[in-house]
């Protein structure tokens, strides 16, 4: 881009825009040290964010700044569209406003301070000149920082208590009068992983969290054909998304999901109309816990998936007999946990080994003692079957 012809402001015989400039990389290092070191919310908030989104902005000023003394023209209001992003997502982690504010109040002295250093009389011009234009710059950041902060607590706020919650709430009670639902919904079950920045207590743990379920979210709006319906918190909740699209968009959504937030997702999930919701929370909800009772890995799963385990979880006079066929195996838990990774690894006798941190023929010895113990055969199909359905009957029975 060519700059245009202005005498450049000096201080110190220094170009003053050339100067920050050069020192933006420098400066902004510091300035981001001294946010953690004396701004406690700063110093909570997880490494990724600090050297990402905080160092960017705090840079990005910096230069739009030095744009500002070269042209020597003030800044304008529709300058700052990058600082009411950065302002939007702070909102939406909860960060407080006096100590974002607060943040940018230190990042401009600190650039003052090295505009001005070394100053004298000769420099008083140019130095008032700098400063009309510096306070003016921070009257319109701090007015459009504040403005966009508000104006995303006061969507929140108005959604939790809003058309979007109380739909929500008369389609898990299955009365949707005097409500406009979607034609069909995908009903979501979802489990998530910790992320490493939520381990401990205290706000960095508070602001993870608050930014693994944002990053969900948006990846749930993606899909659905208006914003999805959540409950959501760290652990997970329920998810109904107006859904016109099939089975494998939702597996993208889960795996997609997944990778915005960094963390393991399992969904469990069900395609219905809003008179089948209040069921398919329900239905899902059992698919959930047969999922994490098996220890299956993340993913997306829906009862076809589950169908032997989800019968067999049903009450029936054969749970209990099913169950008894391992229960030779009730004081070898080796054998029982053996058993689980072979089945759950296809008689792959390698993988169950590396699971379980044995030799491939340490696994071939212990499934000679399962059989000779149990009298099935996991060799045999019909044997394999048994044994697959003892594994689901104690599971339920417990």
């Known amino acids: 881009m060519t700059r245009d012809k202005t005498p450049a402001l000096r201080v110190a015989g220094r170009p003053m825009a050339a100067h920050l400039r050069v020192r933006a990389p420098l400066l902004t290092r510091r300035v981001v040290a001294r946010l953690l070191a004396e701004l406690p919310v700063y110093a909570e908030l997880p490494q990724e964010e600090v050297a990402g989104d905080i160092a960017g902005i705090v840079q990005h000023s910096l230069r739009q700044f030095a744009d500002v003394l070269e042209r020597r023209r003030p800044a304008r209001a529709a300058d700052f569209a990058r600082q009411r992003d950065s302002a939007a997502l702070r909102a939406e982690e909860g960060v407080p406003l006096d100590a974002i504010l607060a943040a940018y109040q230190i990042g401009a002295a600190m650039a003052w301070e090295e505009l001005t250093a070394g100053a004298g009389p000769a420099d008083l011009p140019a130095f008032q000149e700098a400063l009309g234009y510096f306070l003016d710059f921070q009257r319109l950041l701090t007015s459009a920082v504040s403005a966009a902060y508000l104006e995303v607590r006061q969507i929140l706020d108005s959604q939790e208590h809003g058309g979007r919650h109380a739909l929500m709430t008369a389609l898990l009670a299955g009365d949707t009068a005097g409500h406009r639902p979607a034609p069909r919904y995908a009903v979501l079950t979802l489990v998530f992983g910790r992320h490493p920045d939520e381990a401990g ?70 395609i219905t109309g809003p008179a089948g919701v209040p069921g398919a ?74 699971a379980l941190h044995v030799h491939p023929n340490t696994v071939a010895y212990r499934v000679r003692r399962i059989s000779a113990l149990t009298g099935l055969d996991p060799g045999r199909p019909g044997d394999l079957r048994l ?3 003892a594994l689901v009957a104690r599971r339920s029975l417990r």
């Open 281 to 354: 929370v329900a239905q899902t909800g059992e698919i959930m816990d047969l999922v994490r009772r098996a220890g299956r890995p993340p993913g997306l799963y829906r009862l076809a998936d589950v169908l032997l385990d989800y019968q067999l979880s049903r009450p029936s006079g054969a749970l209990a007999p099913l169950a008894a066929l391992l229960a030779p195996l009730d004081r070898r838990p080796d054998l029982l946990r053996t058993l689980e990774r072979y089945l759950a690894f296809d008689l792959d006798r390698r993988a169950t080994g590396a």
């Open 387 to 389: 044994l697959n359905a």
């Open 201 to 270: 207590a205290g706000q960095r743990a508070r602001i993870a969290a608050r930014r693994k379920i944002r990053r969900v979210r948006t990846a749930l709006d993606a899909v659905a054909d208006e914003p999805a319906l959540t409950a959501l918190d760290a652990s997970g909740g329920t998810a109904l998304l107006p859904f016109s699209a099939g089975w494998e968009t939702l597996h993208d959504l889960v795996a997609g999901a997944a990778k915005a937030a960094d963390i393991e997702v399992t969904a469990a999930a069900e």
